[in-house]
């Protein structure tokens, strides 16, 4: 069984044979049929996408997915999470998608972290708790997730289930930014423009928006010509900007 799980992974995945989706399918459902739960999340994945030759069907998705959830499957918890979060293929239950979300994060789910930690600060399904989103996103953030690390840099930032503190807020951001997320990238730069928790670096800055921008993102070009512009004026256009 665990064979046919992995050799449907090679074909999902491409791994030393052309990519077909279709193979993947069959040996998941192979695997799935039998129990396997890792298989059983992976195909709901399939119906979840609409890949491999079968039509997409949330409401299949949440049934493997919920047999793999029920066997344990971090993975699969966090699947059928999402899909009550989001409503897909379930009625939308926020409630439902906290305990899966909980379920997968107490087995170290990296994302389940992130999410949980979601519900946390906004409410979804619980009481509002950002000193419990802030634990959450700190052990998600310290395993490279980077949706955690901004979300945590936001926290620090914006004083929420934590002190103020933008030198931590600037560590975080640059994890992010550091693998490419352009809102980290304008963030960390404005926290270098305005010398919050960095000493202040208009070069610094100037080079972190320009990172951003080379990737297309449409805020960081328009502050960049802003502040290549405003370093062109005699110093004292740059207060309080």
Do not use: C
Request: aromatic share 14%; proline share 1%.
């Amino acid at each position: 069984i665990e064979a046919q799980f992995h050799l449907g992974e090679i074909y999902d995945e491409g791994l030393g044979v052309a990519q077909d989706f279709s193979v993947a399918v069959t040996w998941y459902r192979r695997a799935a049929d039998q129990g396997f739960a890792a298989a059983q999340n992976n195909l709901g994945w399939m119906y979840k996408q609409g890949k491999g030759g079968v039509a997409q069907d949330f409401r299949e998705a949440a049934r493997w997915f919920r047999l793999s959830a029920n066997a344990g499957n971090a993975d699969g918890q966090f699947s059928l999470g999402q899909l009550y979060d989001h409503g897909e293929g379930v009625e939308q239950d926020y409630q439902q998608a906290l305990q899966w979300y909980r379920l997968a994060a107490e087995q170290n789910h990296l994302h389940a972290q992130t999410w949980l930690g979601l519900m946390y600060e906004y409410g979804k399904g619980i009481q509002e708790n950002p000193i419990e989103a802030f634990k959450w996103y700190r052990k998600a953030a310290a395993r490279g997730d980077i949706d955690a690390q901004i979300y945590l840099a936001m926290l620090y930032e914006q004083g929420k289930g934590v002190q103020v503190n933008y030198a931590e807020a600037a560590k975080w951001f640059r994890k992010a930014a550091d693998q490419g997320n352009t809102y980290a990238q304008v963030n960390l730069a404005l926290l270098y423009k305005d010398g919050k928790g960095l000493a202040q670096d208009y070069q610094a800055a100037l080079e972190w928006y320009r990172k951003a921008a080379d990737q297309g993102d449409t805020e960081a070009r328009n502050a960049l010509e802003k502040l290549q512009n405003d370093l062109k004026k005699p110093a004292r256009a740059l207060g309080g900007n």
